[in-house]
């Protein structure tokens, strides 16, 4: 609702500016902990690599495809997380039992993204071009918002996570001042747009992100990342209730199988973390 009115960057600037500047002026009135120096430096570039490259291009690919679409195509950030904690020093390695849930993941997303794919190469098709194309700018985006995520929670920080995520949205709205500005000519302030970008700063931003943050400074990583298993269901009933995005059986079955892998991959880590070590330490 917010792209009919206003270009990607200059939306991720807005609704970061007002998040940002809302948590931080309330974490100074509680007299909460900053972070400054190169500390400082590190949190909002870390959110950059969040929020900038995980809501900046998620904007850009929503130009393109429908929001429930869109948000299923997201539902692969565990796996994300997944592999590329195996890949950190101390993190969690892959197992058997891990990679047979990404596989079965892998097959729903198959699911999704092979008729188009199809479709694009066989038919020339610009529409499932596009669709091809929104899919692996939101797997960069998967892939860039579990590294700043994981790099995140393996620093330690004196500020409280909600100072964290106030940080990293604020530092974000500045970076994207830049392109913002330039999009400007472009942008339409109606007040069904506004209202857009509002509610993305409070419930995305100031509750969303900051009870993000919270999670992932006290919970397991796989934990944190199937927070994707209620956002598609919520982005697919708004989509068709709002503008009425198909959702077929394809979608749905789709949905399915790509929930198997997650819950396989969720299950996985779970007995993991659980298993005692060999030297008899908990």
């Known amino acids: 609702m917010a792209l009919e009115s206003f270009p990607p960057a200059l939306l991720v600037c807005l609704r970061n500016l007002i998040s940002g500047a809302i948590t931080l002026s309330v974490a100074a009135m509680m007299g909460a902990h900053f972070p400054r120096g190169r500390d400082l ?4 570039a870390y959110g950059l690599m969040v929020i900038g490259m995980g809501n900046g291009t998620l904007a850009v690919a929503e130009q393109w495809i429908p929001s429930g679409l869109a948000s299923l195509f997201v539902t692969t950030s565990p796996f994300w997380f997944v592999g590329i904690d195996a890949l950190l020093p101390g993190g969690e390695k892959l197992h ?3 990679i047979r849930g990404l596989l079965v993941g892998f097959t729903g997303v198959l699911l999704l993204v092979a008729p188009a794919a199809w479709s694009a190469l066989t038919e020339r098709s610009v529409a499932s071009g596009t669709v091809v194309l929104a899919f692996f700018i939101l797997q960069v985006s998967g892939a860039s918002w579990a590294l700043g995520s994981l790099l ?3 620093r330690r ?8 995520g106030g940080v990293q949205q604020l530092s974000t709205g500045v970076t994207f001042l830049v392109p913002g500005i330039f999009q400007l000519p472009s942008a339409h302030w109606t007040a069904r747009g506004m209202g857009a970008i509002v509610y993305l700063a409070i419930f995305g931003g100031i509750v969303g992100y900051s009870c993000y943050a919270l999670a992932l400074s006290r919970l397991p990583p796989a934990t944190v990342s199937t927070y994707t298993y209620i956002n598609p269901i919520v982005a ?5 209730w709002v503008y009425r995005e198909r959702f077929g059986l394809r979608e749905a079955g789709a949905m399915a199988v790509i929930f198997a892998g997650v819950a396989m991959v969720r299950r996985a880590a779970s007995v993991t973390i659980q298993k005692p070590r060999a030297d008899g330490a908990a």
Do not use: E, K
């Open 236 to 240: 697919v009933f708004l989509g068709w």
């Open 152 to 154: 995140q929670r393996n």
């Open 96 to 98: 058997a039992p891990t």
């Open 41 to 44: 430096w590190i949190t909002a």
């Open 157 to 164: 920080s004196r500020a409280h996570p909600f100072v964290i």
